[in-house]
């Protein structure tokens, strides 16, 4: 905090917080959870990989900012779960969408598991996408970590959790978005 107050990283454009604890970037959909918006620096903004791919660009055209998700752009969301297999957080976030399918489907949401180099899908048939290259786009963690990264129609990351949310959560970032985005 600086002067009377006034936070330089709500300067953002579009920036609210919510009482839910969620901080959303509504021009670009971008939602960061109040434990990681507490990490930014304070007076200064770090040059994040992802923000830049959502700024970037000639003439106002962005790159598409996840190819290897191209086949799902403008049909459905996608929710990529970045699985390890010596951790139990990936079983306890599939058992809880497991138990919510019909509002994940209902909301167009594919889940789609990486684990390793396999990328294998939760609730319908396997798609032929390459583990690699999803990771790559999705800037995801290592082979050995856990993440959740909620994929819009537009392609633009919506959400990003590095641990178990419940489903409610997801729904609630999915039905905030406008009609066009999710």
């Given at each position: ?78 929710l990529v779960i970045f699985e390890d297999s010596n951790d139990d957080r990936p079983i306890r976030q599939?058992?809880?969408?497991l138990h919510h399918e019909k509002n994940l489907t209902d909301r167009n949401v594919t889940v789609l598991r990486v ?68």
């Open positions: 905090m600086t002067e009377a107050g006034h936070d330089p990283r709500d300067e953002l454009a579009g920036t609210r917080r919510a009482a839910d604890g969620f901080i959303f970037l509504t021009p670009h959909g971008l939602i960061f959870t109040q434990q990681h918006w507490a990490a930014l620096p304070q007076g200064e903004f770090p040059m994040l990989r992802s923000l830049f791919r959502e700024f970037a660009g000639a003439g106002g055209k962005l790159d598409d900012p996840c190819p290897s998700l191209a086949s799902f752009r403008n049909r459905c969301n996608v599939e058992e809880e969408l684990a390793g180099g396999g990328v294998f899908q939760l609730f319908e048939e396997p798609y032929e996408l390459n583990a690699d290259d999803i990771r790559r786009d999705l800037q995801g963690p290592e082979n050995d970590e856990f993440e959740m990264v909620l994929v819009g129609t537009d392609g633009m990351t919506k959400l990003r959790s590095y641990a178990p949310l419940p489903t409610v959560v997801i729904l609630d970032v999915l039905d905030a978005l406008p009609p066009s985005i999710s």
